[in-house]
């Protein structure tokens, strides 16, 4: 009787020893892989295609945007996310090809109905009633889809593990900053539920 437990024992360390933690990943390469709850797992920010290392669910992410006024000459803005500002936000898409965006304030596919398809490997999610006029790309990368939300022009950013009351004064050293403009790219990352 001891030698079976004993079997048994190491018959099941063996196969637990082998197994990995982690489930092994699953391609999207279909429609039928898209179909249903994809929840945004966080939002990346690129610097000229280079990753900023922040969450910004933990952490407050200052951005030194750059225009211009009306006389031509450069204006700043400071802009910023962090983890008041990180709120849930989702999409299900549905077999019947609509989908429902929704975020913490509620459902909003009566007010924003939306259509999508699945082409070249990627999402393409257009407004049901102006297709023309708003659409949503989402890119595969591993087993989530992104979304790139905006591009905008940049001098530099800053990481913090607080939030700055005047972030145009007291934040004396911007990362990146080297008195060219770059591009920031905010990129939303959906993972499926």
């Given at each position: 009787m001891l030698l079976l437990l004993g079997c048994i024992f190491f018959s099941c360390d063996k196969d637990s020893s082998t197994s990995s933690s982690t489930p092994p990943p699953t391609t999207i390469?279909?429609?039928?892989d898209i179909?249903?709850?994809?929840?945004?797992?966080?939002?990346d920010y690129y610097y000229d295609n280079e990753k900023i290392p922040v969450n910004v669910a933990?952490?407050?992410?200052?951005f030194l945007t750059s225009g211009s006024s009306s006389y031509g000459q450069d204006i700043y803005d400071v802009s910023e996310n962090g983890p008041e500002f990180y709120f849930d936000l989702g999409i299900i898409?549905?077999?019947?090809?609509t989908?429902?965006?929704w975020s913490e304030e509620g459902i909003h596919d009566e007010d924003f109905p939306l259509r999508w398809s699945f082409q070249n490997g990627q999402v393409l999610m257009v407004a049901a009633d102006?297709?023309?006029k708003e659409s949503y790309l989402f890119t595969i990368s591993g087993n989530n889809l992104c979304?790139?939300?905006?591009t905008y022009k940049c001098k530099g950013y800053y990481i913090s593990d607080h939030e700055i009351d005047s972030p145009e004064t007291d934040i004396d050293f911007w990362s990146g900053r080297d008195g060219n403009v770059h591009e920031l790219k905010e990129v939303y990352v959906f993972s499926k539920q």
């Open positions: 390469k279909e429609a039928s179909v249903g709850t994809w929840y945004q797992s966080t939002t933990e952490k407050y992410c200052y898409f549905k077999e019947d090809g989908a429902t965006f102006a297709p023309d979304m790139t939300y905006g």
